[in-house]
């Protein structure tokens, strides 16, 4: 199986900050990572597909990027509202696995 | 719009199976993938295998390899899971998610999830 590395595992920002989470693949995944947002008690919502797609009716706050081994995820300016879970999935190779997430938090 | 329904909560008791089940609406049931994802109390996302509805083409995780089927009835636009041969560990919230096929697997829409719980 392929292993996604993310990190942090939590994190503590402001409004208004720059957040960023990395996810690190066990083995080259080309583009083909997505991340999502999942808020307390709700399903995932998909933010960024190929890596650095955004999906449509995604605030232009959230990007992604990255290729191969190494993945970025940006918030350029936190909101109280993205306060949530995020989570890496990679769709290279069955199974497709994610990341273990990173819990973000308003300081 | 794009809706995937699932059924409602289950308790099952150590052993036994649970079949939970995904209705979709809003687009062509067998022009999308229906992938399966659980979430176990306080922790991650764990992809647990996918069907195409349009063949009933099935690929499952090695973990539910044997325990788990996947199942669809393209008349009624429902995709099932049934999870057999069940353990306190399979207590989890059950997802069922939308993806196109080939190399764009991406979970684009989501059930409201379904909470499986598992006790004597």
């Known amino acids: 199986d392929i292993q996604m590395t993310q990190s942090p595992s939590s994190l503590s920002a402001s409004v208004g900050d720059r957040v960023t989470i990395t996810c690190q693949a066990s083995q080259d995944i080309s583009r083909y990572l997505s991340w999502y947002q999942q808020k307390p008690g709700k399903a995932p919502n998909l933010l960024i597909y190929?890596?650095?797609n955004l999906q449509t009716g995604v605030p232009s706050r959230f990007s992604g990027s990255g290729s191969e081994t190494d993945f970025t995820f940006t918030i350029s300016s936190l909101q109280p509202e993205d306060i949530a879970t995020y989570y890496c999935?990679?769709?290279?190779?069955?199974?497709?696995?994610f990341g273990q997430g990173t819990k973000l938090e308003i300081k | 719009q794009v809706q995937l329904v699932q059924s409602g909560a289950e308790v099952k008791k150590p052993g036994a199976s649970v079949k939970v089940s995904c209705k979709a609406s809003g687009y062509t049931f067998t022009g999308y993938y229906i992938q399966w994802v659980r979430q176990a109390p306080g922790q991650g996302l764990e992809w647990m295998g996918r069907i195409i509805p349009s063949s009933g083409g099935t690929k499952y995780a090695p973990k539910f390899q044997g325990r788990v089927t996947m199942t669809r009835d393209t008349s009624i636009s429902t995709a099932y899971m049934e999870l057999s041969t069940l353990r306190s560990d399979d207590t989890a919230i059950y997802y069922c998610?939308?993806?196109?096929?080939?190399?764009?697997?991406?979970?684009?829409?989501w059930g409201q999830g379904t909470l499986v719980t598992v006790s004597s």
């Open positions: 998610a939308r993806s196109e096929g080939g190399v764009v697997v991406f979970l684009d829409s």
């Open positions: 190929d890596a650095s």
């Open positions: 999935q990679q769709y290279d190779d069955f199974p497709y696995t």
